[in-house]
C-alpha cells in the first residue's frame, strides 16, 4: 500500500501565500517525479509544478515565478510554496507521485494521488 497525504490548504486573500506539503508513505522502493495539479469547478485538471528526483522543475505560465516546488527524497515529501496568491488559483490541490514498488523479481512504477486539499483565493 501507498498513501500520499497533502496538508495546508485554506483561505487566503489576494496577495497572500500558502504552503503544502504532501508526505509518501508506504512500501516505497523509489520515488521518481513528483508534483502538484489542481481542478478548478468545471475546468479540467492540470498540472502546476513538477520537480524530478535529480531536482529538475517544471512550472505552469500560470505560476511561474510565484511558485516554488521542492521535495526532500530522504523524507519522500514534495511542498509547494504558493506565493502571490490569485483568485484565479482558488482549486483542489493534488499531490501526485510516480512510485516504484519492490516485489518479489523486481519492481513495479505506478502513479498514486493525495485526496486534493481545496485552496481558496478571496479577491
Known amino acids: 500500500q501507498v498513501q500520499l497525504v497533502e496538508s495546508g490548504g485554506g483561505l487566503v486573500q489576494a496577495g497572500g501565500s500558502l504552503r503544502l506539503s504532501c508526505a509518501a508513505s508506504?512500501?516505497?522502493?523509489?520515488?521518481?517525479?513528483m508534483g502538484w495539479y489542481r481542478q478548478a469547478p468545471g475546468k479540467q485538471r492540470e498540472l502546476v509544478a513538477a520537480?524530478?528526483?535529480?531536482?529538475?522543475?517544471n512550472y505552469s505560465d500560470s505560476v511561474k515565478g510565484r511558485f516554488t516546488i521542492s521535495r526532500d527524497n530522504a523524507k519522500n515529501t514534495v511542498s509547494l510554496q504558493m506565493n502571490s496568491l490569485k483568485p484565479e488559483d482558488t482549486a483542489v490541490y493534488y499531490c501526485?507521485?510516480?512510485?516504484?514498488?519492490?516485489?518479489?523479481?523486481?519492481?513495479?512504477?505506478?502513479?498514486?494521488w493525495g485526496q486534493g486539499t481545496q485552496v481558496t483565493v478571496s479577491s
Open positions: 501526485h507521485a510516480n512510485i516504484c514498488r519492490h516485489y518479489s523479481g523486481g519492481y513495479a512504477c505506478g502513479d498514486y
Open positions: 508506504g512500501s516505497i522502493f523509489s520515488i521518481n517525479a
Open positions: 520537480i524530478t528526483s535529480g531536482g529538475r522543475t
